[in-house]
């Protein structure tokens, strides 16, 4: 009870110093479209007979990339519903450019890293050949907006690094194509894979800007314009990257209230508090995110109650509500069950949220950016 107080006291804190507007503004910030996790049903057992408890992760357990079915059942949610202006909600989708090459980093002996572009990893998974096309009719209809979220999605000097060393868990997930095996279920002594900017030395800032200003190039050759914001996997950056961001066109940095600041040298993260509209030495804007919509993450009957409270201390403080939703809650490759639910307690959140405020505007994040820096 009191870690709740707390953190609601916290939450109307953050809301109340950020920026301001009557308006009942409501963003959907969706990670992960883009990037591999669990590439099918038949993997996840091979992996749990292996005694890799990936049941005991809910992104081994029901992320994959977004099939056609998950992306048609997805935008006729969407679609459903229109605000004061005649928009649908719109999803942020923040987006993974690229994936490993796992037959050529094979071929390399391991000494190599390469990648493809999601596209191409999309047309090797059952059922996901026409899936691009529905990314590009989302963005069409304006209710799936794709933005940078990094070139890959894995740390690629842990990882390749775990490789050359022939850690057994990590051979045997690279086998099966992927790589994203939480740490809180393997029994590897590691750091996560997952945090693509984290590090465990400055040296490696420098690559990790050129990785960056080569997935913000190849983001603009997949969707043919720039993106306009930026939010870091797993909320580890160093600021030191964002003027190299703001070079390439980023004027908006997502996130929650807090970044994480890899220092290197086995010292603990620094944590950075934001505000919504704030701005960096860049003059770059953060958009913090003050809102959760979970499903798959927190199993309780009480996820749209929670969002709906989110929504109604943003409003009360005369904020954006910016929610969280990451892609996994609408996949249901794996376990079917999981899109089917949590779409039918999506569509719950927005028609009780429009009943309780019928004046929502639906905007993604750079219509938000747009609209902090022209105000």
């Known amino acids: 009870m009191l870690q709740k107080l707390k953190s609601i006291i916290t939450q109307n804190i953050h809301n109340f110093q950020g920026w301001n507007t009557k308006r009942k503004i409501v963003v959907i910030e969706s990670d992960d479209w883009g990037t591999i996790r669990m590439p099918s049903k038949e993997t996840y057992n091979t992996l749990l007979k292996s005694g890799m408890r990936v049941d005991k992760c809910v992104y081994n357990r029901y992320d994959s990339l977004a099939s056609e079915e998950d992306l048609s059942a997805l935008f006729e949610v969407l679609m459903h519903f229109k605000d ?15 994936n490993p090459d796992f037959n050529k980093i094979k071929a390399s002996g391991f000494k190599e890293y390469h990648y493809e572009l999601f596209p191409e990893t999309l047309k090797r998974y059952p059922d996901h050949s026409n899936s691009f096309l529905l990314w590009k009719q989302g963005l069409q209809e304006d209710i799936f907006v794709p933005q940078f979220h990094g070139r890959e999605h894995v740390n690629i000097h842990r990882w390749m690094s775990a490789l050359q060393s022939n850690l057994p868990e990590t051979r045997l997930a690279f ?188 905007m993604s994040s750079e219509q938000l950016g747009n609209l902090i820096v022209n105000r």
């Open 84 to 98: 004061i202006n005649g928009k649908s909600p719109v999803i942020t989708a923040n987006t993974i450019v690229a």
């Open 175 to 362: 086998e099966l194509e992927l790589f994203g095996i939480s740490t809180h279920i393997t029994t590897e002594k590691r750091r996560s894979y997952m945090a693509a900017l984290d590090f465990d030395s400055l040296s490696e800032l420098e690559s990790q800007k050129m990785i960056l200003t080569d997935g913000l190039n190849q983001f603009e050759k997949i969707f043919g314009y720039y993106s306009s914001s930026f939010i870091a996997t797993n909320h580890v950056w160093n600021s030191a990257i964002e003027t190299e961001l703001f070079q390439a066109g980023i004027r908006f940095i997502q996130g929650s209230s807090s970044q994480y600041q890899p220092l290197g040298n086995n010292k603990p993260y620094k944590k950075i508090r934001h505000r919504l509209g704030e701005k960096n030495d860049s003059g770059q804007i953060y958009l913090t995110r003050n809102c959760s919509f979970e499903p798959s993450m927190h199993k309780n009957k009480h996820i749209i109650k929670d969002c709906i409270n989110d929504m109604a201390s943003a409003f009360r403080w005369n904020t954006p509500a910016i929610i969280s939703a990451h892609r996994l809650n609408f996949i249901g490759s794996i376990v079917e069950e999981n899109r089917i639910e949590n779409l039918k307690l999506f569509a719950e959140l927005i028609r009780i949220a429009q009943d309780k405020w019928p004046q929502i505007e639906f």
